[in-house]
């Protein structure tokens, strides 16, 4: 978001030779209220998906693109969930995250490209930090209800319809690890943790958890 003289701009830029350079693309909307990019997740050189939210009537739209160029926008019709992550295992199947306003996290499922979510139960209850899959395989990070401080890993080995916890990351007496991100490279799992002391949470520092085995 750019702001010049009280005026907001969100606007999609792209780059196509690695972050070298960027070219605007398009304007999503000018003016106080303009609506803030939550998440964004690019499946290839021409499907991408952008989830905003406008504050102002606490309404998600996603935008999204086949073609690279031009964008449409669909609604999430969800009413208090807030948007955290948005992905893709190919141009018809998504997994979103979102934070409900006074409860758990929850996950949502597509079918059709991110024209119709429905919430997906995957058995735990808790703090969902990023969700990625490689093949078959799945892998979320999360803080479950069951013990919060504790970073859990979840797994799945049957592209999501099945996840088992396959290692925790335990803090120090007094501390919570937080999970932020997962990254997949065929087995070779990358886990970003944040530790910190709830009286001190500024004192924050981070670990990259390394598994070439999926955890197991």
């Known amino acids: 978001n750019i702001q010049k003289k009280n005026v907001y701009k969100s606007m999609i830029v792209k780059t196509s030779n690695g972050g070298k350079t960027w070219g605007l693309q398009t304007v999503i909307q000018s003016g106080e209220e303009a609506p ?3 998440a964004v997740y690019a499946l290839d050189n021409k499907h991408c998906w952008i989830a905003i939210r406008q504050d102002f009537n606490d309404k998600d739209y996603i935008l999204t693109t ?3 160029n031009t964008w449409k926008v669909m609604n999430f019709i969800h009413p208090e969930i807030l948007i955290k992550k948005i992905y893709f295992t190919d141009t018809k199947n998504g997994w979103l995250i979102a934070e409900e306003m006074f409860g758990d996290d929850k996950i949502y499922r597509t079918y059709d490209g991110g024209t119709n979510w429905s919430e997906y139960s995957i058995g735990y209850g808790g703090k969902f930090h ?4 490689s093949g078959k395989k799945g892998y979320i990070v999360a803080n479950l ?3 919060a401080s504790e970073c859990s ?3 799945s ?3 999501g319809q099945i996840w088992i916890v396959a290692n925790e990351v335990k803090p120090d007496q007094g501390h919570i690890v937080e999970g932020t991100a997962v990254k997949v490279h065929p ?3 990358y886990v970003l943790t944040k530790t910190y002391d709830p009286d001190a949470p500024d004192a924050a520092h981070s670990d990259l958890i390394y598994s070439n085995d999926a955890f197991v």
């Open 36 to 38: 803030e990019v939550k």
């Open 66 to 68: 086949e073609v690279g």
């Open 130 to 133: 990023d969700i990625t899959f």
């Open 145 to 147: 209800k069951s013990n």
């Open 153 to 155: 890993i979840l797994r």
């Open 157 to 159: 080995d049957d592209g």
């Open 187 to 189: 087995n070779e799992i």
